[in-house]
């Protein structure tokens, strides 16, 4: 009989639908070849976000004689840490295991394959071969990391962040080719524990999709650190070879008017994500870009009718929660329900390296190809709050707004930018004046009253501000 949704892929993407189409009172199918929870549970920010708390204890321990405290450190205990970062990642996966069993009205383990519109087969790991059928079929089945010609990633030295998640012991010094978010996230992991970081990135600032002001915020932030990251950089060529130590990378860097040769214990390729597309049948029906990704509108829908596509398939923002909202979508329309489609300038973009950054709505300088002259930035120094200050940690709140108008943009750099993002989040959905969010009390000493002082000054009435 067929289902009223069929599922392939049980990441955050496919999840959301058949969490979202079951309490639509519909029925629905997944499917998954590995484990429910993805990439994002698995192998990306669950395990990276539990490492990167270890690391951000690591660099309190780091300024400990600062702080008055006398301590000694004797090591990292790879087991403990391996034990911490499987038992966060095991009980959030029992958790959703539970909630799609009593949700799905069935689970299949085992690759899905669309082989026409309404029918997906299904290889299980034994080789049995079944068929299930649905009226509407969702593709979610995720991303997987990209890598450049002529590098090869050998799992040992040569890695991607599948593999390096993983790690027993930070290496001792590692190149990090990409500063996008997770290759900023990866140089905070492992930098704290003494690592000697060098991370390239090809484009002329880190962290290339945020303000500028946020990449020159971090930058800044890392170069005090002593975390080097190359700009305009190019890798040329990784060459590993055996040392009396063991294997050991060669990275050979083209900079502007000149080149490099770094050598490092661990290379991590992070220079993006591709569709992983291949296999699934998609292309076959016709539904594929030439780069791999879905194609659909901005429901979800595909060309072919009943063939839906979420998450990381699309070239849309690749982040959990935005896989989550893409499937709330994609459910809603198949059931019925009345549902605006996600609007991508609206989604949180959050990096979680140290400090952190989040950003909500439009960068200064998409306003201004939008707005023009209308556009107004207000930036609130951290420097000026307590918590930031106690913390160790310097960053900013950068407002972008409409003259006389609604807040187009929030960009934020520092101490737990990624939860400060909720309230900026809630004023640019709101299109929120300066005035109306400057009148909301906001509690101190706290990181968040860095919202309202920003806000207070866009307003024409700064209070702690310079
Ligand atoms: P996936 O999570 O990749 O899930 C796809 C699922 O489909 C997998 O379970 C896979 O096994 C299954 N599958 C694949 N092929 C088949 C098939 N043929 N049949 C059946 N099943 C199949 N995002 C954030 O928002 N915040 C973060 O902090 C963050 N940190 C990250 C850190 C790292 C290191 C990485 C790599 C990613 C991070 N991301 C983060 C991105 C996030 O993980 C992805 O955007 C998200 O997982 C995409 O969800 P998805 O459901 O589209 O795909």
Known sequence: MAHDVVVVGGGPGGYAVAFRAAARGLDVALIESAKV????????????????????????????????????????????LDRFRGDVVSQMHRGLEALVKQRCSALHEGRGRLVSAGVVEVTASDGSVSQVEGRNVVLATGSVPRSLPGIDIDGEVVLTSDQALWFLEAPQRAVIVGAGAIGMEFA?????????????????????????????AVQRAFKKKGIEVLTSAMVDKVAVGQTASGAEATVEVSLDGGS?????????????????????????????????????DEYGRTSVDGVWA?????????????????????????AG???????????????????????????????????????????????????AMIAGVDGHVKLVTRRGGE????????????????????????????????????????????????????????????
């Not at 270890?54 to 309190?60: G, Q």
């Not at 661990?266 to 990704?293: H, M």
């Open 37 to 80: 929870g993805g990439t994002c549970l698995h192998r990306g920010c669950i395990p990276s976000k539990a490492i990167l708390h270890v690391a951000e204890v690591m660099d309190e321990v780091n300024r400990a004689a600062t702080l008055g405290l006398d301590l000694t450190f004797n090591g990292l205990n790879g087991e403990a």
């Open 188 to 216: 905070s992991m492992w930098h704290p524990f003494g690592a000697e970081v060098t991370v390239v990135e090809a484009l002329d600032r880190a962290l290339p999709l945020e303000d500028v002001d946020s990449s020159k």
């Open 260 to 296: 490099r040769s770094i050598e490092a214990d661990v290379v991590l390729v992070a220079i993006g994500r591709a569709p992983n597309t291949a296999d699934t049948g998609a292309a076959e029906l016709g539904i594929l870009d030439d780069r791999g990704f879905a194609v659909t």
């Open 310 to 334: 979420v998450g990381d398939v699309l070239p849309t923002l690749a982040l959990a929660h935005a896989a989550f909202s893409e499937g709330f979508v994609v459910a809603d329309v198949i």
């Open 337 to 387: 329900e009345r549902i605006q489609p996600v609007d991508y300038d609206l989604v949180p973009r959050v990096t979680y390296c140290h400090p952190e950054v989040a950003s909500v709505g439009l960068t200064e300088e998409a306003a201004r190809e939008r707005f023009g002259d209308e556009v107004e930035t207000t930036t609130y120094n951290l420097r000026a709050n307590a918590r």
């Open 407 to 466: 807040t187009l943009g929030v960009h934020i750099v520092g101490p737990h930018a990624t939860d400060l993002i909720a309230e900026a989040t809630m004023a640019t959905y709101w299109e929120a004046l300066p005035a109306e969010v400057a009148a909301i009390t906001h509690a101190h000493p706290t990181l968040y009253e860095a919202i309202g002082e920003a806000f207070l000054a866009a307003s024409g009435t700064p209070f702690h501000g310079h």
